[in-house]
């Protein structure tokens, strides 16, 4: 197979990391390419060094977050995996910060790998314009997509942006069964996006998108604190513990009444 010569290879994106062999981020071990930039604001965010598209270094200048590389560039990383992608049903995804910020990026990058045969997956917040997203649904075969609150002004209020594109992107995804696999993520803050009334709405609007495989409940974890304080910023939900299993239940419980529900 030529590597040698193909349509945007020195495309360049900023990178924040390549991770090897995780087996969070779609089926089998997978090669996740960590992508620079993000609109929303989370205020439970555990990458606040992806916020940004610009290379960083903490304040003390002893971490640098973030890298230049070339659509070759990164390939040439994916191909080292494929032995482990051939025995474990594997591929690469494509993660952020949120990918949308470098669609262009994000979308040659699912396009070679697709055409060399390599399973692949996204991971966004659908925060972004269709004509950006369609082309790189057409080149994924999973696709997880962060549904944080149903409540518009909720969702301003903690995301930093307003809901409406997210959920109007969703129902253009899901509102019919395609070869591609649309999973629905949920991470679970408590006292944020946990109560019974938002969990019913978000289980209401999925029942009704036959695309959509399933809900995918996470819970909130304080991962990436210690990263603020490098960047010298404050997190913002100090006080917040991780939900219990019987919590995550619970919840998995109300939207398994309107959509399958895996936590």
């Known amino acids: 197979m030529n590597y040698q010569n193909y349509e945007k290879m020195d495309l360049q994106g900023s990178v924040l990391r390549i991770q090897k062999s995780s087996i969070f981020d779609g089926d089998g071990l997978r090669t996740v390419v960590f992508l620079k930039g993000c609109p929303l604001r989370c205020q439970w965010c555990s990458t606040p060094e992806s916020h940004h598209k610009s290379i960083q270094t903490t304040i003390d200048g002893s971490i640098t977050?973030?890298?230049?590389?070339t659509v070759e560039e990164v390939m040439v990383e994916v191909?080292?995996?494929?032995?482990?992608?051939?025995?474990?049903?594997?591929?690469?995804?494509?993660?952020?910060?949120?990918?949308?910020?470098?669609?262009?990026?994000?979308?040659?990058?699912?396009?070679?790998?697709?055409?060399?045969?390599?399973?692949?997956?996204?991971?966004?917040?659908?925060?972004?314009?269709?004509?950006?997203?369609?082309?790189?649904?057409?080149?994924?075969?999973?696709a997880f997509v962060d549904l944080k609150l149903m409540d518009p002004e909720n969702h301003k209020k903690y995301t930093g942006v307003p809901n409406d594109i997210i959920l109007s992107n969703i129902r253009k995804a899901g509102s019919k069964r395609s070869s591609m696999k649309l999973i629905i993520r949920r991470p679970l803050i408590p006292g944020v996006n946990d109560s019974k009334k938002d969990l019913?709405?978000?289980?209401?609007?999925?029942?009704?998108l036959p695309g959509v495989d399933h809900l995918q409940l996470l819970p909130y974890h304080r991962l990436g604190t210690d990263t603020y304080r490098k960047l010298g910023l404050t997190y913002q939900?100090?006080?917040?513990?991780?939900?219990?299993?019987?919590?995550?239940?619970?919840?998995?419980?109300?939207?398994?009444?309107?959509?399958?529900?895996?936590?």
């Not at 977050?65 to 590389?69: N, R």
């Not at 697709?114 to 399973?119: A, Q, R, S």
């Not at 919590?247 to 419980?253: K, L």
């Open 237 to 263: 939900l100090p006080d917040i513990e991780t939900p219990s299993k019987e919590h995550m239940e619970q919840c998995a419980c109300i939207t398994n009444k309107y959509v399958r529900t895996i936590i």
């Open 79 to 142: 191909r080292k995996d494929i032995p482990f992608y051939f025995h474990s049903g594997g591929g690469m995804t494509v993660s952020g910060g949120e990918i949308l910020t470098q669609s262009e990026f994000a979308y040659h990058l699912v396009r070679r790998a697709c055409w060399e045969g390599i399973d692949t997956c996204i991971e966004t917040s659908f925060y972004g314009d269709w004509n950006k997203i369609e082309p790189i649904l057409r080149c994924t075969n999973t």
């Open 200 to 208: 019913e709405l978000l289980g209401n609007f999925l029942a009704e």
């Open 65 to 69: 977050y973030g890298c230049i590389m």
